[in-house]
C-alpha cells in the first residue's frame, strides 16, 4: 500500500507550546499569515518561523525588526509576554507588502487599482448588509 503524506499539516505538539511561540502563533494568526507567507515576507525559511513558535527563546535579533513589520506590531509587542496582543489599524503580512507594491506604481495605475478596491469593497458591503 502506498502511504500519502501531506507536508502542509502541522504536527500535533509533544509537549505544551513555550510562551514566546505561542506568542509569536497568536501574533501571525492575527495578521492573518500562514508560516509560509510570514517566513517568504521576512526572508526566512518556513522551519524557522516553525522553531519559533515552538520555542521558549525569542527569534533572533536580526530577524526581530522584519517579523515585527510583517506582522504588524512593534518588536516590544514580540517580547513583551505581559501585554495583550495589540489591534492592528492598519494593513499587515501580505495585504501591506500589496500595498507597499502598489505604492511605487505610477499615480494613473494608482487611482485604476483605488477604483477596483473601492467597488469591491462597496459590493461587500452590499452583499453583507443584504
Known sequence: MKRVYNFLMARPLTKPRAKQGERLLKLRLEAGLSQVELAELIGEPQQNVAYWERSEKPPRSDSLPRIAKALGV??????????????????????QKIFEEVSELPRGQQQKIIEFVSAFVAQYKQVKTA
Do not use: F
Not at 74 to 95: A, C, F, M, S
Open 74 to 95: 512593534k518588536v516590544e509587542d514580540i517580547l513583551n509576554l505581559e501585554t495583550e496582543i495589540p489591534k492592528k489599524n492598519g494593513p499587515t503580512g501580505r495585504l
